[in-house]
């Protein structure tokens, strides 16, 4: 069911029907958004109560795709 956006690391995983994804170092909420097809960078700023767009390499990210 999941399918993973990256390049041969697991960054996402399936817990209870969301998604989870871990910040690595460089690591943008367009980008992260990208990653999950009907994802915006403001609904992962909304579903994860991010007032900025300042992330840290291990945050963890709910994705409620």
């Not at 367009?30 to 767009?53: C, Y």
Request: aromatic share 6%; hydrophobic share 35%.
């Amino acid at each position: 069911m999941a399918t993973n956006p990256s390049k041969g690391s697991s960054k996402s995983v399936v817990s209870s029907g969301e998604k989870k994804y871990v910040v690595q170092r460089g690591d943008s909420l367009w980008k992260i958004a990208r990653k999950f097809p009907g994802v915006s960078a403001e609904n992962l700023k909304v579903w994860n109560d991010i007032s900025g767009t300042k992330l840290k390499p291990g945050m963890t990210l709910v994705i409620a795709n």
